[in-house]
């Protein structure tokens, strides 16, 4: 399975880089008018990413683009795109540091909900060092998280569900799988789930919290464990508890999960 680069920054030393924000209206042929256009300039774009839109909404394409040794004038490109049929706007990026470029659009939205990027560095601060600093305090903190977490996520998928017509129990978890692997958490597969009998089992794939605590002597998985607890927890309209029975951390080739009613609910 191919990996995903969500780039926001780039680093390339001793490189110009420079970025354009391009914003107009959705329409068909519009990006390749645009990326034809430092083609035809034999303009490098080392990245490109465009907003979602449907054809007639708000668009936008971000590019950064390699001008080491180019004579041209980031202006000028910026003065020809704007001329461009549904162009409205473009905006240049340039950095003050040679060999970094970043993308400075703010607030980062998923959907219509406002989010924040945390990379490895930052989940290893969240996910290990917390936990060895207050052990299992900091453990039952996760799990609760992820518990609260998973009941909101599902609230929302619920929510998009009915926008788009998925009725069908099945396709509303089908929708909840693939959401969780898009936001990075693992590859959901789905063992044993009923819509009349709360009892689930659950294998997750490369899961990444379980992968940043390899090696370890027992199941790792807190956060996870929580979030597809809160997760279930919603569609049976009851409180559930996960366990973790097999791990990657313990060196299983995946992690699973059973998930059933919490005892004394």
Known sequence: MERFSVDRFLFSPGRRLVGFVVRGVSKRGILASVVNLFSDRRIDITYCST?????????????FVDLTNSPVNPHSIADELENMDAVEGVEIIE??????IADTS???IIGSARAVLLDESALKGLLLKFRERLGTGAEAMLYHIGLEVGKERWRYILRMADEIGAE??????????????????????IRELREEIPHVILEVWDCIECQLGKPSRRPFSQFIRGL????????????????????IAVGDPYCLFEITPQKGV
Not at 95 to 100: A, D, L
Not at 236 to 245: G, L, R, S
Request: with cysteine.
């Open 51 to 63: 907003k979602a839109a449907m054809e007639g909404e708000e668009g936008r394409i971000l590019l």
């Open 95 to 100: 950095s003050n540091v040679e060999g970094f």
């Open 106 to 108: 703010f607030p980062l």
């Open 168 to 189: 069908r129990f099945m396709d509303r978890v089908s929708i909840a799988a693939e959401v969780f692997r898009s936001m990075g958490y693992g590859i959901l597969r």
């Open 228 to 247: 597809l607890a809160g997760l279930t927890s919603i569609i049976y309209e009851t409180e559930m508890y996960a366990m973790e029975n097999r791990c």
